[in-house]
């Protein structure tokens, strides 16, 4: 049983009503703003918002049956002197395991080099315009991304056992996000091809691990205003000093990944589905509501969204007072993932709001249009 997996395995169960965390909130978070950062040119993939975030926690949950998939979550990078010393360690497996030994390798955990053999496996199922079984790699690669982005997971010191400050991974990555997780918003800054995705994973680990004392500070800084006690004050507290740095490990996550799935379509030679059908699961589970594309746009811009069941559907947007200024659809669709294109025309530029109501799901999303 790997180091971590004694504790890991107790916060997934225990985690089991909180969402699972960083595995439940915010791995939907990563993985369902990955498509606002996606290339014009891959805009047709916007439909995978839904199923990247619905499978988001995929990994998460194969932990309990798949012995092999623990240590890709994690690497106790500051475990290795090497990185101590000079800030890096050797990328080849096989290089770094003739160092140190394969197992101390399987201990500290593989999570760089699970990434990149995620993003292998993607480019294959591309290449093959596998575009379901696509979807669910591309999820996992966000999974493991931003277990990437958690400082708490590329320290030993993952549960504050070395700091006496035991709990906090579970404070942290569960317990705060679940009630602030309203509060972050990703920017969507645009993907980019990677040259060296080798390079790109150890480097984002590298400056990630930068946050892991910030995270134990919010922490110990947290308790003491609280007495000590996990209440409402201590959360508040913790809150008000990991936003800062939180927020934008959760947009960094969701670009990147957005980067490395656009990386993975041009080295598969840029595939396109001969239908939209193939670019998401069979059916919606779930209500929602996905990211318009082009955002932001001119002079048109795709609605994408998913039906769980069979129902009147209308879709309206409104302007920053309140205002409707165009009605898209109101009628009965079918259950499962759609789409309505925008075509404002005499409107000025500006941030529009459009709102979906179907039954007794509502949902909006901010919109720009550019003049």
């Known amino acids: 049983m790997a180091k971590k997996y004694k504790i890991l395995h107790l916060l997934i169960f225990s985690c089991a009503t909180l969402g699972y965390g960083w595995g439940g909130t915010g791995h939907r978070i990563i993985n369902g703003s990955a498509a606002l950062s996606f290339p014009p040119e891959m805009a047709f993939l916007s439909y995978w918002s839904t199923g990247l975030a619905e499978h988001g926690s995929d990994a998460d949950f194969r932990k309990s049956s798949d012995p092999a998939e623990e240590n890709k979550h994690y690497i106790d990078i500051d475990s290795f002197p090497e990185f101590l010393a000079a800030g890096r360690i050797i990328q080849d497996f096989d290089s770094l395991a003739a160092l140190h030994g394969r197992d101390f390798l399987m201990e500290q955990g593989i999570l760089p080099w699970a990434i990149i053999a995620a993003t292998d496996s993607l480019t ?44 906090v991974h579970s404070r942290y990555e569960s317990r705060m996000l679940d009630r602030y997780a309203n509060e972050i918003f990703c920017r969507g800054d645009r993907g980019v091809y990677i040259t060296h995705v080798a390079d790109y994973t150890f480097r984002m680990i590298y400056t990630n691990y930068a946050c892991v004392d910030s995270v134990l500070l919010a922490d110990r800084s947290a308790a003491q205003r609280a007495g000590n006690t996990w209440n409402d004050t201590y959360y508040a ?17 969701a670009s990147r990944l957005a980067s490395l799935i656009y990386t993975c379509w041009i080295n598969a030679g840029s595939p396109r589905p001969t239908s939209l059908a193939w670019t998401h699961p069979a059916s919606a589970s779930v ?69 979906i109501s179907t039954g007794s799901y509502n949902a909006s999303r901010r919109m720009q249009l550019i003049k």
């Open 287 to 355: 209500y929602s509501l996905g990211p318009n594309y082009p955002n932001p746009f001119n002079p048109a811009t795709t609605l994408t969204y998913a039906l769980a069941a069979a129902g009147q559907v209308r879709i309206e947007i409104f302007n920053l007072l309140g205002r409707r200024v165009a009605l898209l659809l109101d009628e009965w669709q079918p259950q499962g993932y759609h789409e309505v294109t925008w075509h404002p025309e005499g409107l000025p530029g500006g941030v529009y709001i459009c709102r």
């Open 124 to 167: 294959r199922a591309l290449q093959n315009r596998q575009w379901d079984k696509a979807l669910l790699l591309a999820a996992d690669l966000g999974h493991y991304i931003g277990d990437a982005h958690n400082p708490l997971h590329i320290t030993r010191n993952y549960n504050g056992q070395f700091t006496n400050q035991q709990g």
């Open 237 to 253: 507290n913790f809150w008000q000093t990991a936003q800062s740095f939180t927020v934008p490990l959760l947009d960094s996550a």
